[in-house]
């Protein structure tokens, strides 16, 4: 499957302030890429697909205006949380579609904690 | 995707096979079955996946019943670092598509 490098691993910020995640595929030239979030001692759900050089397609309640997503290559693509609060701590995990076994390669996931 | 149900949480002694069950009662001719586990605070991790053959690989076997409406994830050997939230996902073999997670089965691994 495809090799997924997710950064940072973990995010600290103030309330208010924007935050940018990377989610990038190192050996697969992906032209779609997903984007979950996380809550404690929930199960992943999905946020929106991420489509190389197209918009996004968002999940009914995620808004696109704060969860702004940008696919401009095959091997990268971004998540900022805009103007973060309190309640958009959450784990949130890119993933990759892979040839051939159609097996989702997922990143590390990236930690946001907003103060 | 067809839903699936699986056991909340389960225990397994580290060295004995750990045989984790997902039953996917409203599965349709052209849906698979895939395993994914997370370890806590990394990202999924593919396991393994199938039709209605029996399926083995290097993590682990699955089994599929004649029917196709339940499945059993087997890891031979379970270690510690088995400990994890194994999910079963039945859905439609198509490049791109998304993975949608349930509540999965929260294997603990005890010495």
């Known amino acids: 499957g495809a090799v997924v490098s997710q950064h940072p691993s973990w995010v600290i910020c103030k309330s208010g302030t924007s935050v940018k995640i990377e989610c990038r595929s190192l050996?697969?030239?992906?032209?779609?890429m997903f984007w979950y979030r996380q809550f404690p001692k929930q199960s992943l759900m999905l946020m929106a697909t991420s489509n190389e050089g197209s918009k996004a397609t968002y999940e009914q309640g995620v808004e696109k205006d704060k969860f702004l997503i940008n696919h401009a290559s095959l091997t990268l693509s971004t998540l900022t949380v805009t103007s973060a609060h309190p309640e958009d701590s959450s784990f949130y995990i890119c993933s990759v579609p892979s040839s051939g076994a159609n097996v989702l390669t997922f990143g590390a996931g990236s930690r946001l904690t907003v103060l | 995707d067809a839903k699936t149900t699986q056991p909340t949480s389960m225990d397994c002694a580290e060295g004995r096979a750990a045989n984790l069950p997902c039953n996917h009662s409203t599965i349709s001719g052209n849906e698979y079955v895939y395993w994914y586990r997370q370890i806590h605070s990394q990202g999924p991790q593919y396991i393994i996946h199938?039709?209605?053959n029996n399926e083995t690989n290097e993590m682990a076997s699955l089994i599929i019943t004649e029917d196709r409406k339940s499945s059993t994830l087997i890891l031979p050997h379970a270690t510690l670092r088995d400990t994890a939230v194994y999910y079963c996902i039945v859905r439609v073999y198509n490049a791109g598509n998304m993975l949608t997670f349930g509540g999965g089965t929260r294997l603990m691994v005890k010495p």
């Open positions: 050996d697969f030239q992906a032209t779609t």
């Open positions: 199938g039709l209605k």
